[in-house]
C-alpha cells in the first residue's frame, strides 16, 4: 500500500469505516439469499469452494482491468464515466451464485484502489460497488434460484432496473453531499457542471434524474445484453 493512499484512508477514516458497512451489509444479504437457495435446492455444498475462489480471482482481476477503461458520457459532467466491469461479476453472480458476484465487485474495488489509487476520497469507488451490487445482486439472486435464459433476461432486467431507480436516489441523499463534504466543494459547483451540460440541470434532483438514471439505465442495458450472450458458451468453461 503505497504513501497516498494510506494518506487518503487517513484523512477519510469515518468514510472509509461507512463504506466498509455497506460491503459487509450487502455480503450479509447476498449470503442469505445464497443459502436460502441452496435449502431449497437441498445442495449441501459449500458457498465457496477452493475452485469458485480462484475463478473469482481470476474474474475480479478482469474486472479490475475494464474498469480501468472509463469512458464518458455526452449527458453527464465529466466525474461520471461508464465502464463494463460489471461483466465478470455478473458472470460470476449466474455461475456461483450473489455471494461470488459481490466478491468480485469487492475485490475489483480492492485491486484499482491499490493500483490506481483514489482521486476521489474514495467516493467514486463506494458509487461503484454499490451501482455494480445493484446490478450484480438481484440478478445472481433471481438467476439463482431458476436457471434459464428467460430468466437470466428477467433478472438483468430488474437488475437493470434497481440502478437505475436506487442509484440516483443514493447519489442525491449520499455519495453527491460525501463527495462535496469531503472536496469542500460547494452543492452549487458540482450542479453547475451539470448546467454547463444540461441547461435542465439545476439542482440535486436534476442532475440525478437526467444524468446519474440515463448512466446507469445504459451501464445496465450494455452489460446484461453482453452477459446474456455469452454467459452459456463460458458457463461451460467455468464449469
Request: overall charge positive; hydrophobic content about 55%.
Amino acid at each position: 500500500m503505497n504513501n497516498d493512499l494510506l494518506t487518503a484512508v487517513a484523512e477519510n477514516t469515518v468514510f472509509v469505516l461507512e463504506f466498509l458497512g455497506i460491503v459487509l451489509a450487502i455480503f450479509l444479504v447476498a449470503y442469505i439469499f445464497e443459502k436460502m437457495a441452496k435449502k431449497k435446492s437441498e445442495d449441501t455444498s459449500r458457498i465457496l469452494s477452493t475452485k469458485i475462489i480462484v475463478t473469482v480471482g481470476m474474474l475480479s482481476a478482469v474486472s479490475t482491468i475494464l474498469m480501468l477503461f472509463e469512458i464518458p458520457v455526452p449527458f453527464a459532467p465529466s466525474f461520471y464515466k461508464i465502464d463494463l466491469s460489471e461483466l465478470p461479476a455478473l458472470i460470476a453472480g449466474f455461475a456461483y451464485g450473489p455471494v461470488a458476484g459481490v466478491m468480485v465487485e469487492f475485490v475489483k474495488i480492492l485491486l484499482k484502489t491499490l493500483v490506481k489509487g483514489t482521486s476521489t476520497a474514495f467516493v467514486g469507488e463506494l458509487a461503484n460497488f454499490v451501482i455494480g451490487c445493484g446490478l450484480v445482486l438481484p440478478a445472481a439472486i433471481i438467476y439463482r434460484f431458476k436457471k434459464n435464459k428467460k430468466m437470466a433476461i428477467i433478472a438483468c432486467a430488474v437488475g437493470t432496473l434497481v440502478i437505475t431507480i436506487i442509484g440516483p436516489v443514493f447519489n442525491a441523499v449520499y455519495l453527491l453531499p460525501a463527495f462535496a463534504a469531503l472536496y469542500g466543494m460547494p452543492m452549487e459547483a458540482i450542479i453547475g457542471m451539470g448546467t454547463a451540460i444540461n441547461p435542465a440541470i439545476t439542482n440535486v434532483g436534476t442532475l440525478v434524474i437526467f444524468a446519474v438514471a440515463p448512466l446507469n439505465l445504459l451501464k445496465g442495458l450494455i452489460d446484461s445484453v453482453i452477459t446474456v450472450l455469452i454467459y452459456k458458451p463460458l458457463s461451460r468453461i467455468l464449469k
